[in-house]
């Protein structure tokens, strides 16, 4: 690994050859440091986890509790079992990552997350909500988080500090001021359903693209 912000001589391979490379000159492309073109990629990533967050699917819980008929302490249970299922299965999705590497994985994930998100839409009792909070947790919380982290440290060393810093801030201010409202407002207006199914099939749209 490389000093002072440089990239790694070892990079991943998905790192190695950009799509836009092959169409911008090499008098172009010889003087980007892409390391900033991933971070910015990165940091879109991590915002794409939102759905797996705690602020995002905060707004659909008053929502969910009238639509099923449940109390909120059941639902902050089932929640709590949801999040613990997958907080264990994280080592393993961390091996999973260092031999899949993180271009591949990400767009599982993404698939996943969308497939989450539809199935939180179409949950009607307390065993389908479960699943849908563990794979939300599962996929957005953890996986996608990890596999947009994970670039940046390959391509920083003395810098990576900062860089993180500078993404999770990024991150925090949609996570936490911008997606939330959007997914409350649109919940008011169209329902907790389309609101999930809505802006999950958003995310793996963006993702996989």
Same mark, same amino acid.
């Given at each position: 690994?490389?000093?002072?912000?440089?990239?790694?001589?070892?990079? #991943?391979?998905?790192?190695?050859?950009?799509?836009?490379?092959?169409?911008? #000159?090499?008098?172009?492309?010889?003087?980007?440091?892409?390391?900033?073109?991933?971070?910015?990629? %990165?940091?879109?990533?991590?915002? /794409?986890? !939102? #759905?797996? @967050?705690? =602020?995002?699917?905060? =707004?659909?819980?008053?929502?969910?509790?009238? !639509?099923?008929?449940?109390?909120?302490?059941?639902?902050?249970?089932?929640?709590?079992?949801?999040?613990?299922?997958?907080?264990?299965?994280? =080592?393993?999705? *961390?091996? *999973?990552?260092?031999?899949?590497? =993180?271009?591949?994985?990400?767009? *599982?994930?993404?698939?996943?997350?969308?497939?989450? *998100?539809?199935?939180?839409?179409?949950?009607?009792?307390? &065993?389908?909500?479960?699943?849908?909070?563990?794979?939300?947790?599962?996929?957005? @919380?953890?996986?996608?988080?990890?596999? !947009? @982290?994970?670039?940046?440290?390959?391509?920083?060393? !003395?810098?990576?500090?900062?860089?993180?810093?500078?993404?999770?801030?990024?991150?925090?201010?949609? /996570?936490?001021?911008?997606?939330? &409202?959007? /997914?409350?407002?649109?919940?008011?207006?169209?329902?907790?359903?389309?609101? %999930?199914?809505?802006?999950?099939?958003?995310?793996?749209?963006?993702?996989?693209?």
């Amino acid at each position: 690994m490389g000093g002072g912000g440089e990239p790694s001589r070892e990079k #991943p391979k998905e790192i190695k050859k950009l799509w836009w490379t092959t169409c911008c #000159p090499s008098c172009i492309t010889d003087r980007i440091f892409y390391g900033w073109v991933i971070l910015i990629v %990165c940091t879109m990533g991590k915002i /794409m986890s !939102s #759905p797996g @967050q705690s =602020p995002c699917i905060g =707004p659909t819980t008053d929502a969910i509790m009238v !639509s099923l008929g449940m109390s909120e302490t059941k639902i902050t249970t089932l929640y709590l079992f949801g999040t613990l299922a997958s907080a264990f299965s994280l =080592p393993q999705r *961390g091996k *999973g990552l260092d031999r899949l590497l =993180p271009l591949k994985v990400s767009v *599982g994930v993404a698939v996943g997350l969308g497939g989450a *998100g539809m199935r939180l839409s179409w949950t009607e009792n307390a &065993p389908t909500l479960l699943l849908a909070f563990f794979l939300l947790r599962f996929f957005g @919380q953890g996986s996608m988080m990890m596999a !947009s @982290q994970t670039p940046i440290n390959y391509w920083y060393v !003395s810098n990576r500090g900062s860089r993180m810093g500078i993404a999770g801030a990024v991150t925090s201010l949609f /996570m936490m001021g911008v997606v939330p &409202p959007l /997914m409350y407002a649109d919940g008011l207006e169209n329902g907790w359903r389309h609101t %999930c199914a809505h802006h999950y099939s958003f995310r793996v749209h963006y993702s996989v693209n």
